[in-house]
């Protein structure tokens, strides 16, 4: 249904928010999977392989530095931005602590193994394949 809504759009890619609060869509070892997902069932990974059969791309939008996933059981107090008294600034995670930087990675490389599209660029999106959007 999602797949031939954007495809009804005009739309080349799907953009879904894959780990907020602090739960993943897909199979993950790092982020617990949201709880109302069936047993064996990754809906990234079939989100990815429905949307390419039909040619379209799927970038999901992870949230990194901020937000649900700051309340993961397994981060460290010094993984945290901290302000010029040396409090910790609320739900920021340091993105130049190498233990961040590794979490990040994994979460990364998780999503990277169902299929779906992972970029470098600040927007997520593929600078060489650019999704189009239709303008209104």
């Not at 999977?33 to 970038?59: C, N, S, Y």
């Not at 990364?108 to 992972?118: C, I, S």
Request: positive net charge; charged residues 20%.
């Amino acid at each position: 249904r999602t797949i031939a809504k954007a495809q009804r759009a005009g739309l080349s890619a799907r953009l879904p928010l894959a780990n907020y609060p602090q739960q993943a869509t897909w199979r993950s070892r790092v982020l617990p999977t949201k709880p109302d997902v069936p047993a064996g069932f990754d809906p990234l990974r079939e989100l990815a392989k429905a949307a390419h059969a039909a040619g379209l791309q799927v970038h999901p939008y992870l949230i990194m530095l901020h937000g649900g996933l700051t309340k993961h059981p397994g981060l460290r107090d010094e993984w945290f931005v901290v302000d010029r008294n040396g409090q910790r600034v609320a739900n920021w995670l340091n993105p130049a602590h190498p233990g961040v930087r590794d979490f990040l990675c994994q979460i990364v490389a998780e999503v990277a193994a169902t299929g779906a599209e992972v970029a470098a660029s600040p927007t997520g999106l593929s600078t060489t394949n650019p999704p189009r959007m239709p303008i209104p």
